[in-house]
């Protein structure tokens, strides 16, 4: 057959054929780009020496009867300047398909009119999974759920904490709504522009940490009154605050008093009940011998108390005679604790109206990280999606 007559039927205008195999079972075409050279994304010059080549192995439709595979053979260049060697990138196909679009549609529309799927299969040179898979499974990955009236927001690092993913669960139903790359509030705000108005109106609740770039998202998405910030986050910053102090005490012990110091740590904020008569008697003498750790322990133990107060008014005042106890303080963790809850003052009070935590969110990122960890990355990111969505979503 002509290469003309095959580059016709195959209609991709980037790629030549450069040869044909004809086996009993399919048809294998390798493609190459027409273009001779590319552009250095360095120094901006041409590149036509070529270093290195690689196949990619592509399904396609059929022909004749027989099933298409596609090999695209992308060329690495030299760049005779900067010596930097790119590889040349393909604007028909994505950097991880394995398949035309073509086909994928295709298949679809044949199985959801009921041809079954091992004739399917057979046809196209795929496997019964591909096929359901393909039909199902993707779909389902891809397409986000609705937004519900309570919602968790939080961050996940999908590449060693340098690339960031947003998370966003549904707090009332406790399964993850979507994930998706960036953690800017641009994005944010691009995908949550993305949902029908309808589901927008109905979220009256966006519970999530101390950032910036997410407060200033729901800020203008949701209006002042939806940011909530979890009590989590609040006392993880009052327990740094007392470890800090605790640091500095323990400079001033000698290494055996110090280590027995640090033994105690776990239980500077148990209730007395929780603890024995020498537990109690080690923690007496600590809070007598140092007045600024006693001075610490006991406004972070206010504190914790703080977020089981059940009346608005009184919680407004109790919280705000926290924060000038912190602020007086000679103790520079205090004040640094007083100048945090000054400015998010209201998102932490609003959390006696509404009493939801981020607590399952935070349960929804141990679950990814260990997703990752079984998967060695998944840097597919419509694959890692899909799993997160699937796993995650089990109830």
């Known amino acids: 057959m002509d290469f003309h007559c095959i580059e016709g039927l195959l209609a991709l205008p980037e790629f030549r054929v450069i040869r044909q195999v004809m086996n009993p079972k399919q048809l294998e075409f390798h493609l190459e780009r027409r273009d001779t050279f590319i552009v250095c994304p360095r120094c901006q010059r041409c590149c036509s020496r070529v270093q290195d080549s690689r196949p990619r192995c592509i399904r396609d439709l059929p022909i004749l009867e027989r099933p298409v595979v596609l090999w695209l053979h992308l060329r690495r260049f030299e760049c005779a300047e900067c010596h930097h060697r790119p590889w040349e990138k393909s604007e028909t196909f994505g950097a991880h398909v394995k398949w035309t679009e073509r086909l994928y549609t295709h298949v679809r529309q044949e199985y959801l009119h009921g041809c079954p799927c091992r004739a399917l299969a057979r046809r196209y040179g795929l496997s019964e999974r591909t096929v359901f898979r393909w039909t199902f499974e993707r779909s389902q990955g891809g397409r986000p759920r609705k937004l519900g009236r309570a919602l968790g927001i939080d961050e996940y690092s999908r590449r060693k904490g340098h690339r960031y993913n947003t998370l966003i669960v549904d707090l009332d139903r406790g399964k993850p709504i979507a994930t998706f790359k960036g953690r800017r509030a641009e994005d944010v705000i691009a995908w949550f522009e993305s949902r029908p108005q309808a589901e927008r109106d109905q979220v009256e609740v966006v519970v999530g940490d101390m950032s910036k770039t ?25 327990v740094d605050a007392l470890d800090g102090v605790l640091r500095s005490v323990q400079k001033q012990l000698a290494p055996e008093e110090a280590k027995d110091l640090k033994k105690l740590r776990k239980r500077w904020l148990k209730s007395a009940n929780q603890l024995n008569v020498d537990e109690l008697i080690a923690r007496y003498e600590w809070r007598r011998r140092f007045p600024e750790l006693r001075e610490v322990i006991d406004w972070v133990q206010n504190l914790r108390t703080w977020f089981e107060r059940t009346y608005a008014k009184p919680a407004r005042e109790a919280l705000l005679k926290l924060i000038e106890r912190a602020s007086q303080s000679t103790l520079e963790p205090l004040q640094r604790m007083s100048g945090t809850l000054s400015r998010w003052f209201e998102p932490i009070f609003r959390y006696m109206r509404h009493r939801y935590t981020n607590g399952m969110t935070e349960g929804f990122n141990n679950k990814i990280k260990l997703i990752q960890r079984m998967a060695y990355g998944l840097r597919n990111e419509h694959n890692r999606q899909k799993r997160i969505l699937a796993w995650c979503g089990k109830t």
């Open 214 to 238: 997410y407060a200033s998202a729901i800020q203008q998405l949701f209006g002042e009154q939806v940011h909530v910030i979890d009590r989590f986050h609040v006392v993880q910053l009052a």
